[in-house]
């Protein structure tokens, strides 16, 4: 409202600075007009009677100016003034609503009431009445029934006034609006009053008071309804906090259970990782114990070795040793020779196989010095077979060799112990007489050989096995009373060493052909 | 023809006579030492053609320290280690200073004069020579080395008179022997990569300090032996060309 107010209030500035500027009568008409309009709505009627002054007789404002002058004088009760402008304009209303015409017929009406001028006034309320009789605005209806009704009451016209009054009444009683319906049953009431029909009088105000109470009770259910809407809103502003609250609730639980899962997969994580690491430790132990639990087994074995194997030939030594001494001092000289070449031959012995001890000791604690070269093969063999001529010699064993030359690349130290243990082998299993051959090359499918052949008494189909197998025996396996020596467990693993094998052929009494492939 | 001169260093003085005895039966002159300190003073005071080092001299590697001070002095002779040492540690420690070759104990005497020639062939570069195939040798700008039944022998290149192709072998012309050699002249000349020795003919490689007189005419060369050795056009043109003094 203050907004309109505003903006009227700027418009009337505006068209006052305008009316200043301008120069024709119709420009100035139509700012007047805009004055007196603009003050006609805010309620500066004897302003707005001013400017409507303003405007020129002619033009087309006329009918506007007298009504607005009507208007505006009606409302300051100069009343005769009204009547004259209003008059005025019904005299030129042959183009204007009827609406307009019935308001304008209304005023009318009521101004001579006011005025006592009962018949003019009547006659103005007849012609609104007749105006209206065919719309169906209920209100405006009703409002001259109401008027026209009232006026007729007010000069005793009864006759006249009561039907109306009725039909107001019943016309409102249609009508919704329970304010017209108090209002036309008060008039009935007052009526019935003024007639002496008290009992329908009273039955008017009970209904009037009924009306009202409704009209009450309307704004009370208005009332009720509000005061039911806030506390819906504040039950709704209530839910949606607990809503919230619920929501709010929620999310610290979804972030608490995040957390927390989160928490139990590191924890699992931790968990796997520590279990992995202990099975990786255990597994670690577990190889540590079994190669503990070999060398163990590689220790008690060469524990046996020189209890057994080397204790007695010592001993033996020793007991020559002191034959000799014996024999020295009897100056037998024959006997003296007899007994050094048992002692050499002993000693000689036992020096092969302590050297066997001591390559196994150190291919087992993985200290042997493993370096293949390349070297000429017919030179090595040559060279072992250099230590075997005398012994060969002494026991009549032919000793015969074909060397083909060929290079090797291998570690040379370890063939050469697995080659002197072969030919110590077989000169050891070859009766005197016997034969012994060497030889050395190529294969077919290139690779290197040496073949050491004897024609002894063989070794027995079971041992034949056991010896075949060594290559993958472990020495924990071995069981030493079965008679399988270090020597053959130490050629078995060297020649593994050097990506080699060892193929042995035997027939007992007849020989045994030990083939040695290299790469 | 020269034996070989062999430093020992063994501190067991039984065991160094006998290996002394034995390689002096097989024409290697031996001077032994029993401690590093006069191992170190006999290589300052003659020239030796190998060095042989036991590792273990009274309980300590000092084997392996003579090597090292040897390198530190820079004595460029060939040598090898003698061990019954087979451990690893031991083993790349030794391997540090660079022998020639190892000889494990036990050994026998085959496997030392064998492992001697390796240690020879190998020092020069030229392995799988006379290790291989005994007729062949080591041939360096100074001694040629051959064998001679189952010893190595030396012999000093400036004592040559001159070297000429026989079928597949060369003959090796002093003023008091000839030696044959399993080698062709080229591989000779390669070897040899002497600059007094210059071809003379498709066959012939004579000292350029052996000779007595050129007959360019008569494509003869006359040496102080008063041997005569043919002189081809070819390999006069290019002689003529490198000796100014000649024209």
Same mark, same amino acid.
Request: hydrophobic fraction near 40%; charge should be positive; glycine fraction near 2%.
């Given at each position: 409202?203050?907004?309109?107010?505003?903006?009227?209030?700027?418009?009337?500035?505006?068209?006052? @600075?305008?009316?200043?500027?301008?120069?024709?009568?119709?420009?100035?008409?139509?700012?007047?007009?805009?004055?007196?309009?603009?003050?006609?709505?805010?309620?500066?009627?004897?302003?707005?009677?001013?400017?409507?002054?303003?405007?020129?007789?002619?033009?087309?404002?006329?009918?506007?100016?007298?009504?607005?002058?009507?208007?505006?004088?009606?409302?300051?009760?100069?009343?005769?003034?009204?009547?004259?402008?209003?008059?005025?304009?019904?005299?030129?209303?042959?183009?204007?609503?009827?609406?307009?015409?019935?308001?304008?017929?209304?005023?009318?009406?009521?101004?001579?009431?006011?005025?006592?001028?009962?018949?003019?006034?009547?006659?103005?309320?007849?012609?609104?009445?007749?105006?209206?009789?065919?719309?169906?605005?209920?209100?405006?209806?009703?409002?001259?029934?109401?008027?026209?009704?009232?006026?007729?009451?007010?000069?005793?016209?009864?006759?006249?006034?009561?039907?109306?009054?009725?039909?107001?009444?019943?016309?409102? @009683?249609?009508?919704?609006?329970?304010?017209?319906?108090?209002?036309?049953?008060?008039?009935?009431?007052?009526?019935?009053?003024?007639?002496?029909?008290?009992?329908?009088?009273?039955?008017?105000?009970?209904?009037?008071?009924?009306?009202?109470?409704?009209?009450?009770?309307?704004?009370?259910?208005?009332?009720?309804?509000?005061?039911?809407?806030?506390?819906?809103?504040?039950?709704?502003?209530?839910?949606?906090?607990?809503?919230?609250?619920?929501?709010?609730?929620?999310?610290?639980?979804?972030?608490?259970?995040?957390?927390?899962?989160?928490?139990?997969?590191?924890?699992?994580?931790?968990?796997?990782?520590?279990?992995?690491?202990?099975?990786?430790?255990?597994?670690?132990?577990?190889?540590?114990?079994?190669?503990?639990?070999?060398?163990?087994?590689?220790?008690?074995?060469?524990?046996?070795?020189?209890?057994?194997?080397?204790?007695?030939?010592?001993?033996?030594?020793?007991?020559?040793?002191?034959?000799?001494?014996?024999?020295?001092?009897?100056?037998?000289?024959?006997?003296?020779?007899?007994?050094?070449?048992?002692?050499?031959?002993?000693?000689?012995?036992?020096?092969?196989?302590?050297?066997?001890?001591?390559?196994?000791?150190?291919?087992?604690?993985?200290?042997?010095?493993?370096?293949?070269?390349?070297?000429?093969?017919?030179?090595?063999?040559?060279?072992?077979?250099?230590?075997?001529?005398?012994?060969?010699?002494?026991?009549?064993?032919?000793?015969?060799?074909?060397?083909?030359?060929?290079?090797?690349?291998?570690?040379?130290?370890?063939?050469?112990?697995?080659?002197?243990?072969?030919?110590?082998?077989?000169?050891?299993?070859?009766?005197?007489?016997?034969?012994?051959?060497?030889?050395?090359?190529?294969?077919?499918?290139?690779?290197?050989?040496?073949?050491?052949?004897?024609?002894?008494?063989?070794?027995?189909?079971?041992?034949?096995?056991?010896?075949?197998?060594?290559?993958?025996?472990?020495?924990?396996?071995?069981?030493?009373?079965?008679?399988?020596?270090?020597?053959?467990?130490?050629?078995?693993?060297?020649?593994?060493?050097?990506?080699?094998?060892?193929?042995?052929?035997?027939?007992?009494?007849?020989?045994?052909?030990?083939?040695?492939?290299?790469? | 023809?020269?034996?070989?001169?062999?430093?020992?260093?063994?501190?067991?003085?039984?065991?160094?006579?006998?290996?002394?005895?034995?390689?002096? $039966?097989?024409?290697?002159?031996?001077?032994?030492?029993?401690?590093?300190?006069?191992? $170190?003073?006999?290589?300052?005071?003659?020239?030796?053609?190998?060095?042989?080092?036991?590792?273990?001299?009274?309980?300590?590697?000092?084997?392996?320290?003579?090597? $090292?001070?040897?390198?530190?002095?820079?004595?460029?002779?060939?040598?090898?280690?003698?061990?019954?040492?087979?451990?690893?540690?031991?083993?790349?420690?030794?391997?540090?200073?660079?022998?020639?070759?190892?000889?494990?104990?036990?050994?026998?005497?085959?496997?030392?004069?064998?492992?001697?020639?390796?240690?020879?062939?190998?020092?020069?570069?030229?392995?799988?020579?006379?290790?291989?195939?005994?007729?062949?040798?080591?041939?360096?700008?100074?001694?040629?080395?051959?064998?001679?039944?189952?010893?190595?022998?030396?012999?000093?290149?400036?004592?040559?008179?001159?070297?000429?192709?026989?079928?597949?072998?060369?003959?090796?012309?002093?003023?008091?022997?000839?030696?044959?050699?399993?080698?062709?002249?080229?591989?000779?000349? $390669?070897?040899?990569?002497?600059?007094?020795?210059?071809?003379?003919?498709?066959?012939?490689?004579?000292?350029?300090?052996?000779?007595?007189?050129?007959?360019?005419?008569?494509?003869?060369?006359?040496?102080?032996?008063?041997?005569?050795?043919?002189?081809?056009?070819?390999?006069?043109?290019?002689?003529?060309?490198?000796?100014?003094?000649?024209?």
């Amino acid at each position: 409202m203050s907004r309109f107010n505003c903006n009227y209030k700027s418009r009337h500035s505006n068209t006052a @600075k305008a009316l200043l500027t301008a120069t024709t009568q119709s420009e100035k008409d139509l700012l007047n007009y805009y004055q007196s309009f603009s003050a006609l709505k805010k309620k500066l009627f004897k302003k707005a009677i001013e400017c409507t002054y303003n405007i020129s007789n002619d033009t087309i404002f006329k009918n506007h100016k007298n009504l607005t002058l009507g208007y505006s004088f009606l409302k300051l009760k100069e009343y005769k003034k009204a009547i004259y402008h209003y008059e005025l304009w019904l005299e030129n209303s042959e183009f204007e609503s009827k609406r307009k015409k019935s308001i304008v017929l209304h005023n009318l009406g009521t101004i001579h009431n006011i005025l006592n001028n009962h018949q003019i006034s009547e006659n103005y309320f007849k012609q609104e009445f007749e105006l209206i009789k065919n719309k169906k605005d209920t209100v405006t209806q009703l409002n001259s029934l109401n008027a026209l009704a009232n006026l007729y009451y007010g000069q005793y016209k009864d006759d006249l006034a009561i039907p109306l009054f009725i039909e107001a009444y019943e016309l409102a @009683k249609a009508y919704s609006d329970f304010t017209w319906k108090e209002s036309t049953t008060l008039n009935m009431a007052v009526v019935e009053k003024n007639r002496e029909n008290y009992q329908a009088s009273n039955q008017y105000y009970l209904e009037a008071y009924n009306w009202k109470d409704s009209i009450h009770n309307r704004d009370r259910i208005w009332e009720l309804t509000e005061k039911e809407k806030e506390v819906a809103v504040a039950q709704k502003e209530l839910e949606i906090a607990v809503e919230k609250e619920k929501v709010k609730r929620q999310k610290t639980q979804r972030n608490a259970l995040i957390i927390g899962i989160s928490f139990l997969f590191i924890f699992i994580l931790v968990l796997w990782f520590f279990y992995k690491q202990r099975t990786a430790q255990n597994k670690l132990i577990t190889q540590q114990k079994e190669d503990l639990a070999a060398a163990n087994k590689t220790k008690d074995y060469l524990f046996s070795v020189v209890s057994h194997d080397l204790r007695s030939p010592i001993n033996t030594l020793g007991k020559l040793h002191k034959r000799l001494v014996r024999q020295i001092k009897k100056e037998d000289l024959e006997a003296i020779n007899t007994t050094n070449n048992k002692a050499l031959i002993l000693t000689e012995s036992t020096y092969k196989l302590l050297n066997n001890v001591l390559s196994w000791s150190l291919e087992q604690s993985k200290q042997m010095v493993f370096v293949p070269t390349e070297y000429p093969l017919h030179n090595l063999v040559e060279h072992v077979l250099y230590d075997f001529k005398n012994i060969a010699l002494a026991r009549n064993i032919e000793l015969d060799t074909a060397l083909e030359e060929v290079n090797i690349e291998v570690d040379i130290e370890s063939i050469k112990i697995v080659i002197r243990n072969l030919v110590d082998n077989a000169i050891k299993y070859t009766p005197e007489g016997g034969r012994i051959k060497v030889t050395c090359g190529t294969t077919k499918d290139h690779k290197k050989f040496v073949r050491i052949k004897d024609n002894g008494i063989g070794i027995h189909p079971k041992n034949l096995e056991k010896i075949r197998n060594l290559k993958d025996l472990s020495i924990d396996k071995i069981d030493r009373a079965e008679g399988v020596g270090l020597g053959m467990i130490l050629c078995q693993t060297l020649i593994k060493k050097n990506q080699g094998e060892i193929k042995i052929e035997s027939t007992l009494e007849k020989g045994s052909k030990f083939t040695i492939l290299l790469p | 023809m020269k034996t070989l001169n062999l430093l020992l260093l063994e501190d067991d003085k039984e065991d160094a006579n006998d290996l002394a005895d034995f390689l002096n $039966e097989n024409n290697y002159d031996v001077m032994i030492s029993h401690n590093i300190n006069q191992t $170190e003073r006999l290589l300052k005071r003659h020239s030796f053609d190998l060095v042989v080092l036991d590792i273990m001299i009274d309980g300590k590697p000092d084997g392996i320290a003579m090597a $090292e001070k040897m390198n530190e002095l820079g004595f460029d002779i060939p040598f090898i280690f003698l061990s019954s040492m087979q451990t690893k540690i031991l083993y790349e420690k030794a391997k540090h200073t660079k022998p020639v070759t190892y000889l494990i104990k036990p050994y026998n005497e085959l496997e030392l004069l064998f492992t001697l020639e390796l240690a020879i062939e190998k020092y020069f570069d030229q392995a799988n020579s006379i290790s291989f195939d005994p007729q062949t040798a080591v041939l360096s700008p100074s001694y040629i080395f051959i064998k001679k039944r189952k010893s190595l022998m030396k012999v000093d290149v400036s004592k040559i008179n001159y070297i000429e192709v026989q079928d597949k072998y060369c003959q090796f012309s002093l003023t008091d022997e000839d030696f044959l050699v399993k080698l062709s002249l080229k591989k000779v000349k $390669e070897l040899l990569s002497n600059p007094d020795f210059i071809q003379v003919h498709r066959n012939y490689l004579v000292n350029i300090n052996k000779i007595n007189e050129i007959y360019l005419e008569d494509n003869l060369i006359v040496l102080d032996s008063k041997q005569n050795i043919p002189f081809s056009e070819r390999h006069k043109a290019n002689f003529v060309k490198s000796n100014h003094l000649l024209k």
